[in-house]
């Protein structure tokens, strides 16, 4: 059974950049899936961050393009994304999830990170 | 890139059924059957319920259908059950290599 496990930090200063991992079990990265992050601010909807797949290929949401860059660490069989320049609005509950092979919907998910923004 | 769109919420009764809608754009939700569904309850992580339109992963009650025609996609549950009280979310992949959630529906069952 698939597993994702989100970890990093739960409170980050204005301007700082986000690191976040995702540890997965149960499945190697370095399949021909795909990896990615979505985020769902406090009390508001799913919001598509980006993805990556074993080759290297990354695909990122066009609003969050230039602050993003996701990156896999097969030795530890985790995946990374940085979001950098962070801001209040950027407070949300951070999911990581895998894809099916084809990369056209996440079908396992992590159990999510609470990520505030806060002087 | 704007929300694919949801109703804010729909309501029905033990063992009716109920449609949510998701309407996007030829670039979107019309341009592929790449739509899926996501159930998710409250502080829970969303479980897929829906893939490519109408298709249903294994373990996912055949009470929860999906269909699609031009640029709306829909999920329909039939027979109703308290358990299904949730916030229901589409998501369709997009001409831009990139995905577009639905501002998502809260479902409550009377």
């Known amino acids: 059974q698939v597993q994702l496990q989100e970890s990093g930090p739960g409170l980050v200063t204005p301007s700082d950049t986000l690191s976040l991992t995702c540890t997965v079990s149960?499945?190697?990265?370095?399949?021909?899936?795909?990896w990615g992050w979505i985020r769902q601010p406090p009390g508001k909807g799913l919001e598509w961050i980006g993805y990556i797949h074993y080759s290297g290929s990354t695909y990122y949401n066009p609003s969050l393009k230039s602050r993003v860059t996701m990156s896999l660490d097969t030795s530890k069989n985790q995946f990374s994304l940085k979001l950098k320049s962070m801001t209040a609005v950027d407070t949300a509950v951070f999911y990581c999830?895998?894809?099916?092979?084809?990369?056209?919907?996440?079908?396992?998910w992590g159990k999510g990170t609470t990520v505030t923004v806060s002087s | 890139q704007s929300a694919l769109t949801q109703p804010a919420s729909v309501s029905g009764s033990p063992g009716q059924s109920i449609t949510i809608s998701c309407t996007g754009t030829?670039?979107?939700?019309?341009?592929?059957?790449?739509v899926s569904w996501y159930q998710q309850y409250p502080d829970k992580a969303p479980k897929i319920l829906i893939y490519d339109v109408s298709a249903r992963p294994s373990g996912v009650s055949n009470r929860f259908s999906g269909s699609k025609s031009a640029n709306t996609a829909s999920l329909t549950i039939s027979g109703l059950q308290a358990e299904d009280e949730a916030d229901y979310y589409c998501l369709s992949y997009t001409t831009s290599t990139s995905f577009l959630f639905g501002g998502g529906t809260k479902l409550t069952v009377l």
């Open positions: 030829s670039s979107d939700v019309g341009a592929y059957n790449l």
């Open positions: 149960g499945s190697f990265i370095s399949n021909n899936n795909w």
């Open positions: 999830a895998r894809y099916e092979t084809r990369g056209y919907y996440p079908d396992v």
